[in-house]
Structure formats: C-alpha cells, structure tokens
C-alpha cells in the first residue's frame, strides 16, 4: 500500500530552527508537496520538490531524497505564528496525491 | 479576493438527511476537488472534476456525489448522511491538470464543518 509517514506532534522554542521529516512509500513518484494549515483553517501551500535537493524560501527550506523516499522541511528562527500542523503529500505515478496525516508544531516562547 | 468559498460553515445533520456542500471558486481553474479531513488522517480525496461537464471518483466516493456544471461551482452532495460522515470537508482547486490531480499548487477553502448525528 502507499504510506506517507510523519511525525504526529514536535514542540520548538520561538527563535529556533525545527525539522519535520516526512518519509514516503507509493506507487511512483511524480513531486512532494509541503503545505501549512493552522488550527480551523484550510492549508496553505508551503513548497513542491520534484527533484533531488534543497529549495529554500525564506525562512522555509524542504529537502528531498527520492532514492531514500524521504523529504524534510526546515523552518529557521521560529516565530510564534509558525504554530500548525504541517501537511506533507506525494504525487504518485497515477498523479494522485497522497497526504500524510500533518504534523502538528508547537512553539513555546 | 475571495478564492474559494464553501458554504456551510459547519452544519449539524440528522442521520438519513440530504446535505449539498457548496463550492464556488473565482479564479477560473480548471480542475477541483472535494477532500474530508478527519482527526488522525491524511486528506482523502471524494471526488474531483478535471474541467466542466466531467467528474470523478477520488479515494472514498460512497455516500457522496457531485456535479460540475459551470467553471465555478462544484457541489458536493449527501443523499442519506450517515454518521461516519463526520468531519471536516474542504473544497480545492488547481489551475492545471494532469490525471485525477493536478501538477500544481492546490487553493483550498475554508471548510466546511459537518456533524452527523
């Protein structure tokens, strides 16, 4: 079957530098995406991996390994706001898209 | 600029009931979709609609249908909701398309809320 695989809960101090793994297994794999959806919200696109490598946005970077099936992303000098759960998803060979089940980021001051 | 707009907001529904979700979206994409989230879960995908006039089955389509008239609107309907269809539903749109899902970036909605009893 297909799996996406993330931590449930991680908790950071405002100000520092958190990483959220993600690993995946599907049929196929055609791009990774990375979404943010604070609580009773909708989510909110972060970044898409298609190839191997880091892409960096900002404060954001996401890091993918397709031979390993795994990606992570980075969020540097952590703010208060940056509280949510964070939404990874892999495109498989069919195109559809399979959702991890978030992880939900706590920062304390 | 209002996006994707779903409505309901939340809704609470007598099992056996009829329930349509709306979903209307301004920005002219060609393709939506109608997820539910539930508590533990990824995203599931009901149903989507790559253009107007055409639909399909996502990953748990019983219990639900939908329509794809006009360019905008995607509506998502319940003909006897049960209780296990509680939860949270958010319509999304993408401007391309490539098989059931698009090769982009997905707008979501605000979600609409639904309770089953």
């Known amino acids: 079957g297909q799996n996406i695989d993330q931590p449930t809960e991680m908790t950071a101090t405002e100000g520092a530098i958190v990483q959220i793994n993600c690993t995946y297994q599907?049929?196929?794999?055609?791009?990774l995406f990375w979404y943010q959806q604070h609580a009773g919200e909708a989510p909110t696109f972060l970044s898409y991996?298609?190839l191997d490598g880091l892409e960096e946005k900002g404060r954001f970077s996401s890091f993918l390994s397709r031979s390993k099936g795994y990606s992570y992303l980075l969020l540097k000098e952590l703010q208060m706001k940056d509280s949510a759960s964070y939404l990874c998803?892999?495109?498989?060979?069919?195109?559809?898209?399979?959702w991890g089940a978030g992880t939900k980021l706590i920062i304390k001051p | 600029t209002a996006g994707i707009t779903q409505a309901p907001t939340s809704q609470i529904l007598a099992a056996g009931r009829s329930m349509t979700l709306r979903c209307t979206q301004d920005?002219?994409?060609?393709?939506m979709y109608w997820y539910r989230q539930d508590l533990g879960l990824g995203l599931r995908l009901i149903h989507y609609?790559?253009?107007?006039?055409?639909?399909g089955k996502g990953e748990v389509p019983d219990g639900y249908s939908v329509s794809r008239a006009n360019t905008d609107d995607f509506p998502l309907t319940l003909a006897s909701a049960v209780p296990s269809q509680t939860s949270v539903y958010f319509c999304?749109?993408?401007?391309?398309?490539?098989?059931?899902?698009?090769?982009?970036?997905?707008?979501f909605g605000e979600g609409s809320r639904l309770t089953v009893l």
């Open positions: 999304a749109s993408s401007e391309r398309t490539s098989g059931r899902d698009s090769t982009g970036e997905l707008f």
């Open positions: 920005m002219r994409h060609n393709a």
């Open positions: 609609s790559n253009t107007a006039g055409t639909t």
């Open positions: 599907t049929s196929g794999f055609n791009g």
């Open positions: 991996n298609v």
């Open positions: 998803a892999v495109k498989d060979s069919n195109y559809q898209l399979i």
